[in-house]
């Protein structure tokens, strides 16, 4: 299984951005996804996550509101949409499929990982 992040960059404080996660074609359709972020110099922590039908969302609460996560699960290809963004966004995004079906805030759960896309917020 691989994953690729993409769409990171520098944005303005107040800006938009749209990272992609890409599956390979061999990956199932049928496991949910997460993003999870590493701000600079702390740990990693929850970002987002869509179950396997995309019915079930989950957001962290310093992103609610701001970001929007969703799935086309004929491209294989899960987005975040961040809206609003702030400095404190700024970090290394990372996407990762689940284990099940269910959309879930738990790293642990998750068992493949991307390589990360970095994402800074200017002020």
């Known amino acids: 299984v691989q994953l690729v992040e993409s769409g990171g960059g520098l944005v303005q404080a107040g800006g938009s951005l749209r990272l992609s996660c890409a599956a390979s074609r061999r990956t199932s359709s049928n496991n949910a996804v997460g993003w999870f972020r590493r701000p600079p110099g702390k740990e990693r922590e929850f970002v987002a996550a869509?179950?396997?039908?995309?019915?079930?969302?989950r957001y962290a609460d310093s992103v609610k509101g701001r970001f929007t996560i969703s799935r086309d699960r004929a491209k294989k290809t899960v987005y975040l949409h961040m809206n609003s963004v702030k400095p404190e966004d700024t970090a290394v995004y990372y996407c990762?499929?689940?284990?099940?079906?269910?959309?879930?805030?738990?790293?642990?759960?998750?068992?493949?990982w991307g390589q990360g896309t970095q994402v800074t917020v200017s002020s």
């Open positions: 990762a499929v689940g284990r099940s079906s269910a959309a879930t805030s738990n790293a642990e759960l998750n068992h493949y």
């Open positions: 869509i179950s396997w039908n995309g019915g079930d969302t």
